[in-house]
T-cell receptor, first 116, second 113 residues
Framework: GAVVSQHPSWVICKSGTSVKIECRSL??????MFWYRQFPKQSLMLMAT?????????EQGVEKDKFLINHASLTLSTLTVTSAHPEDSSFYIC????????????FGPGTRLTVL | AQTVTQSQPEMSVQEAETVTLSCTYD???????LFWYKQPPSRQMILVIR??????QNATENRFSVNFQKAAKSFSLKISDSQLGDAAMYFC??????????FGTGTSLTVIP
């Protein structure tokens, strides 16, 4: 089956630093990747949709300058949280689809970010 | 924007019994997809079952089945012969082709031995 990995699985950083999270599709080419944020006991909130080779589309209320998304290849997308603050602490999940018209997405295992 | 509503924050079921999780959604589209995802304590999202809106027949995957009522915009999940491993958060999700996914708020399912 389709496998999506995320690295790191957890990270602790100091306030003001930047953190990069990688999302990789291991056995398929992912034209489209999604980045979600999930607070404890809450649902997944879509942050942005990225298509390989083009700029990400951010959801309303998500600061694109703070959450930088790069989807430079068909197997890798990165989310960089710039100048992280404690309120950015959350669980970040990526998912990948083979195309924007594919009705299924495959989820990564998530990354827990804690900002001190 | 599309909305997905799960009105049951928590549910419990006795092992080997049957439980039904509710989901309603709001859309003006006629062609779309509906999903149930399971999120166990590991936080890994796992697809349980999916339904194409153009199909009248309810989807079934082993012990999991759905009751899809398109006119009522209802998409409930039935878990038969519940097992301890079924304990998890369950999210209902909607997607229009070529568009993003919308998730419900989730239902936490407890399975009682």
């Amino acid at each position: 089956g389709a496998v999506v990995s995320q690295h790191p699985s957890w990270v602790i950083c100091k306030s003001g630093t930047s953190v990069k999270i990688e999302c990789r599709s291991l056995d398929f080419q992912a034209t489209t990747m999604f980045w979600y944020r999930q607070f404890p006991k809450q649902s997944l909130m879509l942050m942005a949709t990225s298509n390989e080779g083009s700029k990400a589309t951010y959801e309303q209320g998500v600061e694109k300058d703070k959450f930088l998304i790069n989807h430079a290849s068909l197997t890798l997308s990165t989310l960089t949280v710039t100048s992280a603050h404690p309120e950015d602490s959350s669980f970040y999940i990526c998912s990948a689809s083979q195309s924007s018209w594919d009705n299924e997405q495959f989820f990564g295992p998530g990354t827990r970010l804690t900002v001190l | 924007a599309q909305t997905v509503t799960q009105s049951q924050p928590e549910m419990s079921v006795q092992e080997a019994e049957t439980v039904t999780l509710s989901c309603t959604y709001d859309t003006s589209e006629s062609d779309y997809y509906l999903f149930w995802y399971k999120q166990p304590p590991s936080r890994q999202m796992i697809l349980v079952i999916r339904q194409e809106a153009y199909k009248q027949q309810n989807a079934t995957e082993n012990r999991f089945s759905v009751n899809f009522q398109k006119a009522a915009k209802s998409f409930s999940l039935k878990i038969s012969d519940s097992q301890l491993g079924d304990a998890a958060m369950y999210f209902c999700a909607y997607r229009r082709l070529g568009n993003q996914f919308y998730f419900g708020t989730g239902t936490s399912l407890t399975v009682i031995p």
